[in-house]
């Protein structure tokens, strides 16, 4: 007998497998001589009350063998494929378009500027100890993008875009556990991250397609409004080579400034886009955890030997403005992720357990043309032109160093001057700075209602022991590259395919994966000539 059942649990019911099948056995009336076998299907954590609840959807196999779901991806050697593509990047959006090549049989080719993995981590070990930017190398760009060490979440409300569980499923065929599939924010952590990229890596090599790390794109050859050929610089050899590509997929990411310059400059089409940007703010982990699972620190060793660290999700209007959580990364750790040498930027990250002691998040301001209209004579790069402004001012305001600009979320909202600052896991250091002053008056004023209103919904969030870390600048492109809604070719230009978060059609993971599907499958649909 299978029996599908949807099961409203405690926490130690529902995350320990003994207590859960005897809930189960209970639920169905079994006896103890029925074997029983669980698939999870769904698992969700509803503290919204304070007898915090599972809700648990799955599958109860009595007296039968468990019937798991084999994950099977088929590709097709594609070494000697004529119909090639060409994709500049290898974050989410590069690698999963070369996947989809490979299921479709086409021939894909990366060329990537950054690192492979392994070699990438050393010159973040330089960024966090020796804050040294490698402009080429750094936690935006190398193999696996953004995400590979900016911690790995794959959550998306990107369903109308794409197939989520397909892209969830591939990942779990290249090494990620199986919960991604089963928790409804799933999680893979940045200690884990890279092994499954490489593996992903694996694939397309084993199955005739080409990477090339250290390539950066640096021109483009435009003919009769077609893409025609490229131009890639070696970053080893300092020499550059000419491609052909006739079909080329742009997901360069977020970061990638110098990509729209070049477009610009080439007179092809893109735009300034609304985008957002202000702090990350940091709190003990216990203190998130308290207050989410409606306990006083004291009780919390109950509560925590069955459920995660804490998150949470914020937002409110303040005078027309869109004030949110960003990014919430619990049981994790602040990074700096600048990508010249003369910014500071941070972001955040969790490894898998999600066990370091401080809960980080991007609290930002959404911006729009109103916010970058000093910046007008720049055109269609006054938003980022905006953006870059602000992260050179903190790089300034710390020192001119990688050290970021801090304040005490308290002194913040009284506009006080902290003496001192809590301890921080940004790793090159934090220094007291006035950070409405930074931000300016709209950012700031806003962050400060902002917070008054989150204090507000959670209890305790408001306290001195939280540091606001600046700046949070890098939460979306302020470029957009438009494309037609159907071809997703650029409007202007036939063959060229802007993708993912760089070209303002994805805001993570899971949903620049599905863009560069997305994209793939459109070249398909185009007769080899």
Not at 308 to 330: E, H
Not at 344 to 364: D, H, M, Q
Not at 367 to 386: G, I, P, Q, R, V
Request: hydrophobic share 35%; with cysteine.
């Amino acid at each position: 007998m299978i029996s599908n059942l949807t099961l409203s649990l405690s926490p130690s019911e529902a995350f320990s497998e003994i207590n859960l099948k005897h809930k189960v056995r209970e639920e169905l009336g079994l006896k103890e001589t029925d074997e029983l076998h669980i698939l999870l299907q769904k698992r969700s954590i509803d503290s919204r009350q304070r007898s915090i609840k599972v809700n648990v959807s799955l599958q109860a196999f009595v007296n039968e063998p468990l019937k798991e779901e084999l994950i099977a991806v088929t590709y097709q050697q594609v070494a000697e494929k004529k119909k090639e593509v060409v994709i500049i990047g290898a974050g989410p959006a590069g690698l999963f378009a070369a996947l989809r090549c490979l299921e479709l049989g086409l021939k894909p080719i990366i060329f990537e500027r950054g690192k492979d993995v392994k070699n990438r981590r050393r010159d973040l070990a330089k960024l966090n100890k020796e804050q040294l930017v490698n402009p080429e190398s750094n936690y935006c760009f190398g193999e696996g993008g953004a995400g590979t060490y900016s911690d790995g979440k794959l959550y998306t409300r990107s369903s109308k875009r794409g197939d989520v569980v397909k892209i969830l499923k591939s990942l779990v065929h290249h090494g990620a556990d199986k919960t991604i599939l089963v928790d409804a924010h799933p999680h893979i952590g940045t200690n884990k991250l890279p092994k499954i990229i490489e593996n992903i890596r694996q694939t397309i090599l084993d199955f005739g397609g080409e990477i090339h790390f250290n390539s950066k794109l640096v021109d483009v050859t435009i003919d009769k409004e077609k893409i025609q050929s490229i131009n890639v610089l070696n970053l080893n050899t300092e020499q550059s080579t000419t491609y052909n590509a006739q079909y080329l997929i742009l997901a360069t990411g977020h970061s990638a400034r110098d990509i729209y310059q070049l477009l610009n400059d080439k007179n092809i089409a893109i735009e300034a886009k609304p985008f957002a940007m202000g702090v990350r703010i940091e709190h003990p982990q216990e203190m998130i955890d308290s207050i989410q699972y409606h306990c006083n620190i004291k009780q919390l060793g109950d509560v925590r030997e069955f459920l995660p660290a804490a998150s949470y999700s914020l937002v409110q209007q303040v005078n027309g403005k869109g004030v949110y959580s960003f990014c919430m990364c619990p049981g994790g750790i602040i990074a700096p992720c600048a990508t010249a040498q003369e910014e500071v930027v941070t972001n955040g990250w969790s490894p898998s357990k999600r066990n370091n002691p401080y809960a980080n998040s991007g609290i930002v301001v959404g911006l729009d043309a109103t916010d970058w209209s000093a910046f007008s004579s720049h055109k269609n790069l006054a938003a980022l032109e905006l953006q870059k402004q602000l992260e050179h001012k903190a790089w300034i305001a710390g020192g001119k160093t990688q050290t970021a600009p801090a304040q005490r979320l308290l002194d913040f909202i009284e506009n006080k001057t902290s003496g001192t600052l809590p301890s921080c896991s940004y790793q090159p250091g934090i220094t007291p700075v006035n950070m409405e002053a930074l931000l300016g008056n709209t950012m700031g004023k806003a962050l400060k209602e902002g917070f008054k209103s989150f204090g507000a919904k959670m209890k305790g969030y408001l306290t001195n022991e939280a540091v606001i870390v600046g700046v949070e600048s890098r939460t979306s492109t302020p470029v957009r590259i438009p494309r037609d809604r159907e071809t997703c070719q650029h409007i202007q230009i036939k063959g060229l395919y802007p993708c993912g978060e760089g070209a303002g059609y994805a805001g993570g993971i899971v949903s620049a994966a599905m863009d560069g599907e997305r994209c793939v499958d459109e070249i398909f649909k185009i007769p080899t000539l």
